[in-house]
């Protein structure tokens, strides 16, 4: 009877260890979703580029860029030989912070809003199904505000990428791996919803799945040659929409 009675109160112990272990757990994990999601803010460039979207004097445009550094490397008036583009690229943004900033493309009133993310979340190593889960998002918003969502690949890193803070190609080569994942999510959803995608990965990119080293000044970073490309494939569909 003794060790019957042993038997129950270890049994409850662990089972109220158990329990206890499990609520941590799911507190811990909801913490870092509240941590990674904020994440963003940490930036520096970030509450910058906020500052100065205040104080622009442009009240409405009909093309928004929307994206990091990527799309912050050209100016996109010149680029495209139009006046009514407005480039909205924060170097190392990640989507939640394409999201916190979404009333930033609303008040533009644009027709049409090109995105380009998601490689700066795949090097913080935020699994793939939440970054599609808030490209979806972002996505939604601009359709219920009446503006043209138009979804580009995300770029692949080059092999030689951050080689001076320790990366390697095969690091790289995984990361990108991840890229294929994101894409092939984002390119299956653009064709269920008519939502076009521009493929960038298929004309900037190597047999083995690495940015062209003749496009990119550092690795990942286009330079004129890559924004060559982006433009055509940008300005292809602006004229399907007669734009």
């Known amino acids: 009877m003794k060790n019957k009675s042993t038997v129950i109160f270890l049994t409850a112990i662990a089972i109220a260890v ?14 870092q979703q509240q941590i990674d ?25 009909d093309i928004v860029m929307l994206g990091n550094s990527l799309t912050h490397g050209a100016n996109w008036n010149e680029l495209l ?24 493309i609303y ?20 699994p793939v199904e939440r970054i599609y889960f808030n490209y ?47 894409n092939s999510l984002l390119s299956e959803y653009a064709a269920k919803n008519d939502i076009d995608y521009i493929d960038l990965n298929s004309k900037m990119s190597t047999p083995d ?11 990942v970073h286009l330079n004129a040659s890559g924004f060559r490309i982006w433009e055509a494939e940008v300005d292809k569909v602006l004229r399907k929409y007669n734009m």
């Open 107 to 126: 008040r533009l009133k644009p027709k049409i809003c090109f995105i380009l993310g998601g490689i700066n979340d795949i090097y913080n190593w935020t």
């Open 209 to 219: 799945h690495f940015l062209k080293p003749e496009l990119t000044w550092d690795g």
């Open 18 to 31: 158990f329990t206890f272990s499990a609520k941590t757990h799911q507190q811990n994990a909801k913490n």
């Open 81 to 104: 030989g139009r006046s009514n583009v407005v480039e909205r690229g924060i170097p190392s943004d990640v989507l939640d912070g394409f999201l916190a900033r979404m009333s930033y």
């Open 37 to 61: 999601s904020t994440r963003y803010k940490l930036n520096p460039n970030y509450q910058l580029q906020l500052q100065m979207y205040d104080i622009y004097k442009t009240k409405q445009a």
């Open 136 to 182: 979806i998002r972002i996505i939604n918003g601009l359709k219920n505000s009446g503006i043209r969502p138009v979804i580009q690949s995300t770029v692949y890193a080059g092999k030689s990428w951050g080689k001076d803070w320790g990366l390697t190609p095969e690091s790289n080569r995984g990361r990108n791996m991840e890229v294929d994942k994101l």
